[in-house]
Nanobody, 124 residues
Framework: QVQLVESGGGLVQAGGSLRLSCAASGRTFSDYTMGWLRQPPGKEREFVAA????????HYTASVKGRFTISRDNAKNTVYLQMNSLKPEDTAVYYCASQSRGLILNRPSEYDYWGQGTQVTVSS
């Protein structure tokens, strides 16, 4: 069982920044592709970003490219999402998730384990 705990959410003004962190349990963190996904209020869960097992490649949904950066530190069993130039439409519950396959990265159903979520609210 993989356990994931997100932190770093909060309320910021448009144009501001936040860094989300996700701490993972276990001893084989590097075996997993990691992703950040989000669920805006009243909408379905959507993919945001993913990073390969050793951090060599990243993938982002178009709306966050150039603004968000996903990274990981396998020695600390932690994945991060640096969010800059935040917009009100970024408001959502953000989830850290992992998958063991690493082939289909932008589909929420591919992720096996999920954190509890952290709220990000961007005011205008």
């Amino acid at each position: 069982q993989v356990q994931l705990v997100e932190s770093g959410g909060g309320l910021v003004q448009a144009g501001g920044s936040l860094r989300l962190s996700c701490a993972a349990s276990g001893r084989t963190f590097s075996d997993y592709t990691m992703g950040w996904l989000r669920q805006p209020p009243g909408k379905e869960r959507e993919f945001v970003a993913a990073i390969s097992r050793y951090g060599s490649t990243t993938h982002y949904t178009a709306s966050v490219k150039g603004r968000f950066t996903i990274s990981r530190d396998n020695a600390k069993n932690t994945v991060y999402l640096q969010m800059n130039s935040l917009k009100p439409e970024d408001t959502a519950v953000y989830y850290c998730a992992s998958q063991s396959r690493g082939l289909i990265l932008n589909r929420p159903s591919e992720y096996d384990y999920w954190g509890q979520g952290t709220q990000v609210t961007v005011s205008s």
